[in-house]
């Protein structure tokens, strides 16, 4: 393969790891009835006027599989990641104790946990629509290649190796999705 086709597979590799990777971030946030720090990943605190990460502003910890306690670096911090937690709407009540926060992770009922796994399924579709359009990206970008003097042997190539990668990534993203289901259906 040229030097040309090489660099277009590469980029395509790249980009449907990073859309694997993005979509393993992703189903963290799903609960699934045990507690996890990443249930709190994206959540925005009002510090001193600005818009903070809660990861930013305390040590977030899990004790057992059904707490997550928050203990900020000011006391005065308290009242305001109570207030964010609570506008968030995440499906829990933050208990303030004075000293840190105590979120006790409540056990999803059947039908929420269907609505998780819903949720999971639409995260991995849209994971297997990025991992598609980079194949397109790639497949134009040989046409392109080819138009321009590369051998179209490289090309069919290229197509080929970026199908097999595509394959690949759908793959892994069906067993990520299968393990999730699993995690969460399991009381």
């Known amino acids: 393969m040229s030097e040309e086709t090489i660099k277009c597979l590469q980029t395509a590799k790249g980009g449907m790891t990073i859309v694997l990777n993005f979509f393993d971030k992703e189903l963290q946030k ?22 903070t990460s809660i990861e930013q502003v305390g040590n977030i910890s899990t004790p057992d599989a059904r707490q997550i306690v928050i203990q900020p670096w000011e006391r005065s ?14 499906g829990f009540t933050p208990q303030n104790t004075g000293e ?14 269907k609505e998780f796994v819903k949720k999971a399924k639409q995260e991995a579709e849209q994971a297997k629509v990025s991992i598609r359009n980079l ?3 790639a497949n134009e970008t040989g046409k392109k290649l080819k138009d321009s003097g590369t051998p179209e ?18 793959e892994k993203i069906d067993k990520i999705l299968v393990a999730k289901e699993k995690e969460i259906m399991t009381i």
């Open 30 to 51: 799903i609960r699934a009835g045990k507690a996890s720090p990443q249930m709190l990943e994206g959540l925005k605190v009002d510090y001193y006027g600005n818009p």
């Open 77 to 90: 911090m308290l009242p305001v990641i109570e207030k964010a937690i609570l506008a968030a709407n995440l």
């Open 100 to 113: 840190f926060i105590r979120i006790v992770v409540p056990t999803p009922t059947e039908e929420r946990r």
């Open 135 to 137: 194949r397109r990206t």
């Open 153 to 170: 042997d490289d090309v069919k190539k290229l197509e080929t190796e970026v199908q097999k990668a595509t394959d690949e990534y759908i």
